[in-house]
């Protein structure tokens, strides 16, 4: 079902209720309504972040037009908001309401404030395609990874409607009789065999009552007993009480199938025409995994089983290049095999964009413009469909801002690099790649050229490498189950075992002894089978062969290849007297065993050299590969990274490229705050949600302090003194010793508190009035002036070295009031554009030029010429590879610096674009925000600070672009990051290495502000 979101002015809440009681009536369950008890806004929370959110989230707008809502600033902004989205919207206009600007290119369906017509509201929705659909959950990830998509994923499974449609014709003929009861879905290995079954042919069958489906299983040590369990547990859902006993009891009997029908029905499930379909995934392993005898039990009892007229119906997927194997041991009985086999075929690029976007759209997933063409033309053929599911599932886990990026995908190395970099991470965490690749090694199978899944016992894994196998688990790159009560590893695919180069290298190097395990496997398992007797233990060349094996690979072995090499070295212990003969060929092969030794030591030295510079090569690759993934998630942990890997290589092209791109970068420093705002000034930032003000030292990235929660934050330029709006009135503290220490209360509570410029005069917006206070000495501030009738509605509100207050209001886009100086009103320029919502003032130091900021559809930030009220430029956030692709994109909101001379405007997507302020030239582009930035501001440090939606702040260096990267990097990496290294980013660049800045400690912390300032205005007013 599709989720919407109603807008409306709060004006029109009664209409607004009607129109959700609507839309619950056509089915619509998921509907956001902002003063919903239930689903709308939650108290305490900050509501803008929670409209965006859910407005980020929904399907669709239903946009409530009147003359109060096309008024409305917020309403413009979530229909900005919602085009720039591409989201659809349903625009009802209200008593023949002229449309707004942004829904003017739509058809609107016309209602009355009295009347809904609720079939018409459905068609314009159906229209709009959001009419019932496969239910979803959007907040879940819609791509499983390497694992097969199963029946809960059916509603993402796309790509596939043509192999679903033939597939059921033949499991399900409606017009002919059944060619056969076993059905094989054959393809290469990654081609999407299981999740057709699982995710595609098992839901369309659900959709009928005839059918009785059992859970896909995979065949391992014991089918006929994993067949009987599944068609027990389908039993037992049906109501009928039948046992694993029972159903093999049945599987091995004449006509036993219809006796199971039979049971349903007397159970009050199914009919005469009730079909039985079990699914056996990966049938190969029935020759790769099980032994011999099982394996022949299972064969014979599915051929009595499907013995026509049985209504069992066996659908087996398998790889192509191991289907002759299976069909080999399928021809050993009389088995009722379809002749037409159904091969999955690639998916084509059509049907690759669709796997890749529509799975998106359900879980209101965005990807960047190209993304889609981009994952299309690496994936290429669908031998590397596993690859892209896995690179999708990790960009998905990735995207907490509902948003997938070029630089998420570049950073985790694209299609081909998901999986080896996934894996690399988990290298990286105190371990070698070699460690690693070494557990991996209990999960392949070696029986031809080609690696296959093996399943490893956890009980026959040493706890070091069971360890690993246990992150690799929370990678996604291992999957764990339960068989026959006992855990289990597994490959979540095989593809992991070409992906990594290490794992290949590794698989390659110690192919020998795979092959040698897998074959002392099978000869164990038949030896138990056979009831542990003398005959088939090894001896001689075997035997000599199997205890050299288990001496470099203890840690490969099972405990019945353990049992049976004993037993066959227990029976040549017996034998000893007997080949006292043979004792002088022995000698001749001690000798050559010592000869042997003696070259593999040389050997080995050379290996060990080898094995050392590789080693290095690795750690540097992996550092490389960290800096690339945090460059623009945590550019400090890039700089660890970076640090780290050229004090290994100093000469490595890699890692230099890496950090004169990170040097040269804007960003900076990311920290983690739940408020959407931030107040900038010095050294200090302060960050404010729906709870307490945070104080951030912007130089160590650290926060050093906390304050009340307050309804407006003023700091003063220099970072010493910060004044909050509480309750009761304004508090001043002093921020330059440590702790905030409270200064002195005055004033009454405020929507807006500023600082001058020079720090000195202290601006304060009420309900009713605007008040300049003296704050030369802020533990005594004095009352200045006055605004008694400033213009309503006051939008946005400045202060300048003189006193003069520059506003932006309903009446101008910017006045000024001498409040000072005479109390004069001036309207400095009086042009509205309808197109910007101002929300913030930003003058330069000198007082001549200012910035008016907010939202803007298709229009810039105009910055004005104070003298003249000329507007001498206008910024818009676009440049660079970010050019604005429609009119309707938006900025939402911009800043200049205290020197006129860099301005930098953010679009609805949190990504920054950084301008000449004097000739309006673009400069830059920061890319690093996941969501919408809320407040950005240039400190006189020279530091940019912005907060965004996204729960971070984040500062950058306007003039990274001008860093000398000739000279050493590691100095110019420590100068520009070292002091901001800290634990967190430590851990993200190292893993779980104890903290250990690889930079010189920081320099130490500079003598605070001066409490008291001067204003040479004020001053000179004084002496007048």
């Not at 921020?735 to 009454?748: T, Y």
């Amino acid at each position: 079902m599709a989720q919407l979101f109603v807008s409306h002015s709060s004006a029109d809440n009664a209409l607004a209720a009607s129109v959700k009681d609507c839309l619950a009536e056509l089915g619509y369950e998921s509907v956001f309504l902002d003063f919903d008890p239930t689903g709308g806004l939650i108290p305490g929370q900050a509501w803008r972040d929670q409209l965006f959110t859910n407005l980020d989230a929904c399907d669709a707008v239903v946009f409530i037009t009147t003359p109060k809502s096309n008024a409305s600033q917020w309403c413009h902004s979530e229909l900005a908001l919602t085009r720039w989205l591409r989201k659809p919207i349903l625009a009802l206009l209200v008593d023949h309401c002229d449309p707004h600007p942004l829904t003017a290119d739509l058809q609107g369906l016309h209602i009355t404030s009295e009347t809904i017509d609720r079939e018409r509201v459905r068609a314009a929705l159906t229209a709009l395609g959001l009419d019932q659909e496969a239910r979803w959950d959007a907040s879940r990830s819609p791509y499983p990874g390497l694992r097969a998509f199963d029946e809960s994923y059916a509603a993402v499974f796309f790509g596939r409607d043509r192999q679903i449609d033939q597939l059921r014709q033949l499991v399900d003929p409606p017009s002919r009789s059944r060619e056969g009861a076993i059905i094989p879905v054959l393809g290469p290995s990654g081609s999407g065999k299981s999740s057709l079954v699982r995710a595609g042919l098992v839901p369309a069958l659900r959709t009928t009552p005839d059918w009785v489906i059992t859970e896909p299983w995979t065949p391992s040590d014991v089918p006929l007993a994993e067949m009987s369990l599944a068609l027990a547990h389908a039993a037992k859902l049906h109501g009928a009480d039948l046992d694993a006993d029972r159903c093999q009891q049945l599987l091995t009997s004449s006509g036993g199938m219809a006796d199971y029908v039979r049971e349903l029905r007397e159970a009050g499930k199914g009919s005469a025409d009730t079909k039985i379909l079990v699914v056996v995934d990966q049938a190969e392993e029935l020759v790769t995994m099980t032994p011999a005898a099982e394996r022949q039990a299972f064969l014979e009892a599915l051929t009595t089983s499907c013995t026509a007229p049985s209504p069992l119906r066996v659908v087996m997927t398998a790889r192509t290049d191991m289907w002759d194997k299976v069909a080999a041991e399928t021809g050993k009985f009389a088995m009722s095999v379809a002749p037409t086999v159904l091969h999955v075929p690639p998916l084509t690029r059509a049907d690759l964009a669709e796997v890749v976007s529509e799975p998106a759209r359900r879980s209101h997933l965005t990807l960047e413009d190209g993304l889609v063409q981009r994952l299309v033309d690496d994936t290429g053929s669908g031998d590397a469909l596993p690859l892209l599911a896995f690179t999708l599932a990790r960009l998905a886990a990735d995207a907490e801002d509902g948003r997938i990026t070029h630089a998420e995908y570049d950073a985790i190395g694209g299609v081909k690099g998901a999986i080896a970099s996934r894996a690399s991470e988990v290298a990286t965490v105190g371990r070698t790649e070699e460690q690693v690749a070494e557990a991996i090694l209990h999960l392949v199978s070696l029986t031809d050229e080609t690696p296959h899944k093996r399943l490893a016992h956890a009980a026959d894994v040493s706890p070091e490498h069971r360890e690993i196998l246990d992150d690799l688990v929370d990678a996604r790159l291992v999957v764990i189950n339960e068989v026959n009560d006992q855990q289990v590893y597994a490959p979540a695919h095989e593809s992991l075992f070409s992906a990594w180069p290490p794992l290949v290298a590794m698989i390659e190097h110690r192919r020998d002894d795979l092959v040698l395990r897998a074959r002392l496997e099978r000869r164990a398992a038949d030896w138990k089978d056979a009831g542990a007797t003398a005959s088939g233990l090894l001896s001689g060349l075997e035997l000599e062969q199997a205890r050299d094996w288990q001496g470099r690979s203890a840690g490969m072995s099972t405990p019945d290849v353990a049992a049976y090499v004993a037993a066959s070295g227990e029976r040549q212990r017996r034998a000893r007297i007997m080949r006292a003969a043979a004792g002088a060929v022995a000698a001749v092969l001690v000798t050559a065993l010592v000869i042997t030794l003696l070259v593999n030591s040389r050997t080995n030295h050379r290996l060990a050299e080898t094995s050392k510079r590789q080693a290095t090569d690795s750690r540097v690759a992996e550092l490389a590969a960290v800096a690339l993934g945090q460059q623009t998630k945590d550019p400090v942990a890039a700089a660890i990274a970076l640090v780290e890997g050229l004090e290994l290589d100093p000469d490595s092209k890699r890692l230099r490229d890496q950090a004169k791109a990170l040097l040269t970068a804007p960003g900076r420093d990311v920290l983690q705050s739940d408020g959407a705002t931030v107040v900038a000034a010095g050294p200090i930032a302060l960050t404010a949600g729906s709870g307490e003000v945070k104080v951030w030292d912007l130089a160590s990235g650290s926060s050093v302090g906390t304050l009340p929660s307050a309804a407006a934050t003023g700091l003063r330029p220099d970072g010493r003194i910060v004044v909050l709006s509480l309750a009761d009135g304004l508090q001043s503290y002093d921020l330059g010793n440590g702790a905030p220490e409270e200064l002195s209360a005055f004033g009454s509570p405020a929507s807006t508190v500023v600082f001058s410029p020079d720090g000195a005069i202290l601006l304060e917006v009420t309900r009713t009035q605007v008040l300049l206070w003296d704050m030369r000495d802020p533990t005594a501030p004095q009352l200045a002036g006055t605004w008694l009738a400033p213009p309503r509605p006051l939008n946005a509100v400045a202060l300048l070295d003189d006193g003069t207050v520059l506003a932006s209001s309903g009446q101008a886009l910017l006045s000024s009031w001498a409040g000072l100086d005479g109390g004069q009103t001036t309207t400095i320029q009086q042009r509205l554009d309808p197109q910007l919502n101002p929300s913030v003032i930003v003058p330069d130091r000198a007082g001549s030029r200012a910035l008016i900021s907010g939202p803007a559809v298709s229009t810039g930030q105009p910055l004005i010429d104070l003298r003249t009220g000329r507007i001498v430029q206008s910024f818009r956030a676009s440049g660079g590879d970010y050019e604005f692709s429609n009119v309707l994109a938006t900025t939402w909101t911009s800043s200049m610096d205290a020197a006129g001379e860099r301005v930098v405007a953010f679009d609805l997507a949190g990504r920054g674009f950084l301008f000449d302020a004097q000739d309006g030239s673009y400069l830059n582009t920061l890319i690093g925000h996941g969501d919408l930035v809320q407040r950005a501001q240039f400190t006189s440090d020279g530091l940019l600070v912005s907060a965004g939606l996204d729960g971070t702040v984040r500062t950058w260096d306007p003039d990274a672009a001008d860093i000398d990267t000739s000279g050493s990097l590691v100095e110019a990496l420590c100068s520009a990051f070292g002091p901001r290294m800290d634990a967190g980013s430590w851990t993200l660049a190292m893993g779980k290495a104890s903290f250990d800045s690889p930079c010189p400690a920081p320099a130490a912390v500079p003598e605070p502000a001066p409490l008291e300032v001067r204003s040479d205005f004020l001053e000179a007013v004084s002496r007048g």
